[in-house]
């Protein structure tokens, strides 16, 4: 288990799959905003087997941004990464944000008052008062996929209380972290409800809060991802009812 560095207040986890094209632009916006910033950071990106130049680009910006850091991982699904990310990051609030931007780094300033109150994960959401989605999801697409997610989430895993699982933009205290993402097993995309839930299990405070989102038109998230991903719920049931995640 990592120690993490007391000085350190936070860490950005980008996980990364052939991003060549939207990491530069990324990595850009999240250097000019932490290099403003008075606390000592880290971003994280995780490369998770990508078949382009992703892992390049990260070395090439090495030297602009010291503290910036790669980590080579296997193709394993965008869970894998995160938790790579997460368990080797070294600040005391761990932030995994999506290699397209859609959620801006400067948000982050929103979660850091519910950590000094006690909380110990702090989710962006596109589903509660105040979100702004940018253009707005298309009705039919909502209804058929974030909607129907939602409800079966919901129904099969809990967290009855939270609006959106799957927004990319979730940050935990390191303490949370150490507890939660070594017992995480999913490893594509519904590996979200399963560390919020592991988090409800240990104990942690969860707060939801509004953010701007830019949304992706071009999204490939369809029908098939949203049956694998309800796969994925049932195997988080299963694991609850059969202890898999301690008692």
Known sequence: MLLYNRNMRLSVIIPA????????GTLKAVDEYLRKQ?????VVVVNGGSKDRTADIVRESMSAMPYLRLVETENRGKGYAVQRGMLEAKGDI??????????????????????????????????????????PQPWFR?????????????????????????????????????????KSVIERFAFDP??????????????????????DIH??????SMVKMGIDLLRIRWNMITSKYGS
């Open 17 to 24: 799959y052939n991003e060549e094209q939207r990491l530069p």
């Open 38 to 42: 008075s606390y000592e950071y880290e």
């Open 219 to 224: 999204s490939k998230v369809g029908i098939m």
């Open 194 to 215: 399963e560390v919020l839930s592991l988090a409800r299990k240990y104990g942690y405070k969860i707060k939801e809060i509004p953010v701007t989102w830019v949304n």
């Open 94 to 135: 761990r932030l995994f944000t999506d290699a397209d931007n859609s959620t801006s780094i400067d948000q982050v300033e929103k979660m850091f008052p519910w950590f000094d109150q006690g909380y110990g994960v702090v989710i962006g959401s596109r589903d509660v008062q105040g979100a702004i989605l940018n253009p």
């Open 142 to 182: 909502n209804l058929i996929t974030a909607e129907s997610f939602k409800l079966l989430r919901k129904i099969l895993v809990g967290l009855w209380d939270i609006e959106d699982s799957q927004c990319g933009f979730k940050a935990f205290s390191a303490k949370a972290t150490q507890a939660v993402f070594p």
